[in-house]
């Protein structure tokens, strides 16, 4: 399976033929899968060093938690949060994403050294993003969204999850690229568990190939969602807790990586490297 890369990547990862990974650094207090526990800058590039070494392509640097109900943080602090963390993993030669709905903040991160936009607004919250993204020349990722973190399951609504997620991703890929951005760079994410509490997150995931179909690499993030957390729920009902939904992680990570899941997102990456290899490897086959 030949995968099609965004040109804006550095050579070496243009030249894989596999599902890349990206692993998480949440650099923020109140992050729904690790509470906190990389919130200072050091702990942050820390453990995205950490990351690389257990095989993630990509470290994705977040200052601002976009868990159900989570409320903003302000343009300053998230920039002091991020920025460090962006520049330090950069100079030691990791390839870095920022993880921001906010134009300013991807535009300092890319002058930092990152060299990726992951944005889960698509470009909604912030008008000046989608020339942020034509400027730099980043990978810029748009993903599907209906709303801030505070209201986003209100929209769970949905007359066929798949068509209705498709269309509404063409439609953020088109204004992308009447603002400039190239084609080259853009990056397509079915925006799992936002705006999509429960059962409408398993079509989207079984239509992996038809989301491909868009023409653009896709991004999966699935990663200790909630879910997951259902899915896995004991006879008492209560979701696991994010901490022990890595197993499902992984086991969606093969599933999409051998139906042509351009890149996952995960916070366990050992296992998800693993996973990745099993799917690369059965689409091979």
Same mark, same amino acid.
């Given at each position: 399976?030949?995968?099609?890369?965004?040109?804006?990547?550095?050579?070496?990862? #243009?030249?894989?033929?596999?599902?890349?990974?990206?692993?998480?650094?949440?650099?923020?207090? =109140?992050?729904?899968?690790?509470?906190?526990?990389?919130?200072?800058?050091?702990?942050?590039?820390?453990?995205?060093?950490?990351?690389?070494?257990?095989?993630?392509?990509?470290?994705?640097?977040?200052?601002?938690?976009?868990?159900? &109900?989570?409320?903003?943080?302000?343009?300053?602090?998230?920039?002091?949060?991020?920025?460090?963390?962006?520049?330090?993993?950069?100079?030691?030669?990791?390839?870095?994403?920022?993880?921001?709905?906010?134009?300013?903040?991807?535009?300092?991160?890319?002058?930092?050294?990152?060299?990726?936009?992951?944005?889960?607004?698509?470009?909604?919250? !912030?008008?000046?993003?989608?020339?942020?993204?034509?400027?730099?020349?980043?990978?810029?990722?748009?993903?599907?969204?209906?709303?801030?973190?505070?209201?986003? =399951? !209100?929209? =769970?609504?949905?007359? !066929?999850?798949?068509?209705?997620?498709?269309?509404?991703?063409?439609?953020?890929?088109?204004?992308? #690229? !009447?603002?400039?951005?190239?084609?080259?760079?853009?990056?397509?994410?079915? &925006?799992?568990?936002?705006?999509?509490?429960?059962?409408?997150?398993?079509?989207?995931?079984?239509?992996?190939?038809?989301?491909?179909?868009?023409?653009?690499?896709?991004?999966?993030?699935?990663?200790?969602?909630?879910?997951? &957390?259902?899915?896995?729920?004991?006879?008492?009902?209560?979701?696991?807790?994010?901490?022990?939904?890595?197993?499902?992680?992984?086991?969606?990570?093969?599933?999409?990586?051998?139906?042509?899941?351009?890149?996952?997102?995960?916070? =366990?990456?050992?296992?998800?490297?693993?996973?990745? #290899?099993?799917?690369?490897?059965?689409?091979?086959?």
């Amino acid at each position: 399976m030949n995968r099609r890369h965004p040109l804006a990547l550095p050579p070496h990862l #243009r030249a894989l033929d596999r599902t890349l990974i990206m692993g998480v650094v949440n650099v923020t207090p =109140d992050s729904f899968s690790d509470g906190g526990r990389h919130f200072d800058a050091h702990a942050g590039v820390a453990h995205g060093l950490a990351l690389v070494a257990q095989g993630a392509d990509i470290v994705d640097v977040g200052g601002e938690s976009t868990r159900p &109900g989570a409320p903003r943080v302000a343009q300053d602090e998230e920039l002091r949060r991020v920025l460090p963390v962006v520049e330090e993993l950069a100079q030691q030669g990791v390839v870095v994403s920022v993880d921001t709905t906010r134009a300013s903040v991807a535009q300092a991160a890319v002058q930092a050294g990152a060299v990726m936009i992951n944005d889960v607004s698509g470009g909604l919250a !912030d008008s000046d993003m989608a020339g942020v993204a034509a400027e730099t020349g980043a990978v810029y990722v748009a993903m599907h969204w209906r709303g801030h973190a505070q209201v986003m =399951d !209100d929209h =769970d609504r949905y007359v !066929d999850v798949v068509s209705d997620v498709s269309m509404e991703l063409l439609t953020r890929v088109e204004n992308l #690229r !009447d603002a400039g951005v190239s084609p080259d760079n853009i990056v397509v994410d079915p &925006g799992l568990g936002f705006s999509k509490t429960g059962a409408n997150n398993w079509p989207l995931l079984r239509h992996v190939a038809q989301l491909n179909e868009l023409g653009y690499p896709l991004l999966i993030g699935a990663s200790r969602k909630r879910f997951l &957390g259902r899915l896995l729920a004991g006879p008492d009902g209560q979701p696991v807790p994010p901490s022990a939904r890595d197993d499902a992680t992984a086991a969606v990570t093969a599933l999409v990586a051998a139906h042509g899941a351009w890149c996952v997102r995960v916070h =366990d990456v050992a296992k998800s490297v693993a996973a990745a #290899r099993v799917g690369d490897a059965w689409a091979a086959s």
